[in-house]
Nanobody, 127 residues
Framework: QVQLVESGGGLVQSGGSLRVSCTASGRTSSLYATAWFRQAPGKEREFVAAITWTAGSTYYADSVKGRFTISRRNGANTMYLQMNTLNSEDTGAYFC????????????????????WGQGTQVTVSS
């Protein structure tokens, strides 16, 4: 089993920056990839970014490419999402997810491919 805990959410003005973190514990050596998804009220959960743990390959949704950066600190089993130039469309609950199976560049963007989920951290961008 793997446990995921997110932190770092909050309220930020439009155009501002915020960094959220996800710390994994448990059988982290079995993980293939971790990702960030977000969900706004009344909307489906959507892919934001993902990173593979061995190769460090990264993937981004078109809506955040160039503004968000996903990274991880191996020794601490911690993943980060640096978010810059935030706008109101970025508001939502941000969830950390982890997969223990190898998934391709299409699969990393799919909710169903992930085995473990955190409780989420709220990000609110005020205009």
């Amino acid at each position: 089993q793997v446990q995921l805990v997110e932190s770092g959410g909050g309220l930020v003005q439009s155009g501002g920056s915020l960094r959220v973190s996800c710390t994994a514990s448990g059988r982290t050596s079995s993980l293939y990839a971790t990702a960030w998804f977000r969900q706004a009220p009344g909307k489906e959960r959507e892919f934001v970014a993902a990173i593979t743990w061995t190769a460090g390959s990264t993937y981004y949704a078109d809506s955040v490419k160039g503004r968000f950066t996903i990274s991880r600190r191996n020794g601490a089993n911690t993943m980060y999402l640096q978010m810059n130039t935030l706008n109101s469309e970025d508001t939502g609950a941000y969830f950390c997810a982890a997969s223990k199976w190898a998934i391709n560049s299409i699969g990393v963007r799919t909710v169903e491919q992930y085995d473990y989920w955190g409780q989420g951290t709220q990000v609110t961008v005020s205009s």
